[in-house]
């Protein structure tokens, strides 16, 4: 279980860096729309997880029965194009340190999702709730809300734009919170979190190339140091998932404990923009309260793990 702890943190400080290097190059001074640039990180977590699983996974990756294409492409829809493609826009909306904490609630989808599997007795899910799980998963929620609260007030309803950028935030927290669980029925099915994860980017790559292939390609060769910070986003992403894809599946790990620790990814978020993007950025009472509220609901997530 710390193992499963120690990855998760892993992926903590993937998906928070990699949501304001997103940021960072769509407000440079030659911008990169939020599709182009979600193709652009999807190349860079290709090349980094498709580079570790030729040099650790080859045999295993080159044997995947043809059902597993079909799996990793579904998958590769709803991670990708369904999570972080619709984090993107929404980003570019509406800036980082709101999207994050919605995109934060993903833990309580999974943790809706895992139970309802258990319950309807799917094969590869024993997850139960108790208090302290359920105490923490909902402290850590109601923080990373708290953090973003003085935004959600400013905004909502002023404009199409609003409201448009936290519907995606929402939708893309419901796909990150579904992949968490078929990232770890997949990896146990047809090979390892490396294969799962390579497989399911580079589906995701082949959909968007033929639609943004050609602006994300202008945009690298003309866009200065645009590129580099989603390249290096989708470095960032690629640690993250692939660190959270084992977290999720090792022996005696727990959906309903390594989630509610993954959402808290905004806190890095916002850490990282009141440095980098000071400008938009203010720290406020509410971000604080809520920063520490999440810390708490952390600790008694591990604890009832534990327990």
Same mark, same amino acid.
């Not at 993903?106 to 094969?123: D, M």
């Not at 968490?180 to 995701?204: D, E, N």
């Not at 905004?266 to 999440?294: C, D, N, Q």
């Given at each position: 279980?710390?193992?499963?702890?120690?990855? #998760?943190?892993?992926?903590?400080?993937?998906?928070?860096?990699?949501?304001?290097? #997103?940021?960072?190059?769509?407000?440079?001074?030659?911008?990169?729309?939020?599709?182009?640039?979600?193709?652009?990180?999807?190349?860079?977590?290709?090349?980094?997880?498709?580079?570790?699983?030729?040099?650790?996974?080859?045999?295993?990756?080159?044997?995947?029965?043809?059902?597993?294409?079909?799996?990793? &492409?579904?998958?590769?829809?709803?991670?990708?194009?369904?999570?972080?493609?619709?984090?993107?826009?929404?980003?570019?909306?509406?800036?980082?340190?709101?999207?994050?904490?919605?995109?934060?609630?993903?833990?309580?989808?999974?943790?809706?999702?895992?139970?309802?599997?258990?319950?309807?007795?799917?094969?590869?899910?024993?997850?139960?709730?108790?208090?302290?799980?359920? &105490?923490?998963?909902?402290?850590?929620?109601?923080?990373?809300?708290?953090?973003?609260?003085?935004?959600?007030?400013?905004?909502? %309803?002023?404009?199409?734009?609003?409201?448009? %950028?936290?519907?995606?935030?929402?939708?893309?927290?419901?796909?990150? %919170?579904?992949?968490?669980?078929?990232?770890?029925?997949?990896?146990?099915?047809?090979?390892?979190?490396?294969?799962? #994860?390579?497989?399911?980017?580079?589906?995701?790559?082949?959909?968007?190339?033929?639609?943004?292939?050609?602006?994300?390609?202008?945009?690298?060769?003309?866009?200065?140091? #645009?590129?580099?910070?989603?390249?290096?986003?989708?470095?960032?992403?690629?640690?993250?998932?692939?660190?959270?894809?084992?977290?999720?599946?090792?022996?005696?790990?727990?959906?309903?404990?390594?989630?509610?620790?993954?959402?808290?990814?905004?806190?890095?978020?916002?850490?990282?923009?009141?440095?980098? &993007?000071?400008?938009?950025?203010?720290?406020?009472?509410?971000?604080?309260?809520?920063?520490?509220?999440?810390?708490?609901?952390?600790? &008694?997530?591990?604890?009832?793990?534990?327990?």
């Amino acid at each position: 279980m710390l193992l499963s702890i120690g990855l #998760a943190c892993i992926a903590v400080l993937g998906f928070g860096s990699s949501a304001v290097l #997103a940021r960072l190059s769509m407000t440079s001074q030659s911008a990169i729309r939020p599709m182009p640039g979600a193709l652009i990180s999807l190349v860079a977590s290709t090349l980094l997880a498709g580079g570790l699983t030729l040099v650790f996974e080859f045999e295993a990756a080159i044997t995947l029965p043809a059902i597993a294409m079909l799996w990793l &492409l579904a998958n590769g829809v709803l991670t990708y194009l369904g999570g972080r493609s619709q984090q993107f826009i929404a980003i570019n909306l509406i800036g980082a340190s709101r999207v994050t904490p919605i995109v934060g609630s993903a833990a309580l989808f999974s943790a809706v999702y895992a139970i309802t599997l258990t319950r309807l007795g799917v094969p590869g899910f024993n997850e139960h709730l108790n208090p302290l799980l359920g &105490l923490g998963t909902v402290v850590v929620v109601v923080g990373l809300a708290l953090t973003g609260g003085n935004f959600l007030r400013q905004s909502w %309803g002023r404009d199409w734009k609003s409201v448009t %950028g936290y519907g995606l935030a929402i939708l893309a927290a419901a796909c990150y %919170g579904a992949s968490t669980l078929s990232g770890r029925v997949l990896s146990v099915q047809f090979g390892s979190p490396l294969i799962m #994860a390579a497989g399911s980017m580079f589906f995701a790559t082949l959909i968007l190339t033929p639609i943004f292939g050609r602006e994300a390609v202008q945009k690298t060769v003309s866009s200065g140091w #645009a590129p580099l910070y989603v390249f290096l986003s989708g470095f960032a992403a690629a640690c993250a998932v692939i660190g959270l894809y084992f977290a999720v599946t090792r022996e005696g790990s727990n959906i309903l404990v390594i989630a509610p620790i993954v959402s808290c990814n905004p806190l890095v978020t916002l850490f990282l923009a009141r440095i980098f &993007l000071r400008t938009s950025e203010s720290v406020t009472t509410e971000l604080v309260i809520g920063t520490l509220m999440a810390v708490c609901g952390v600790a &008694l997530v591990v604890v009832g793990g534990i327990l």
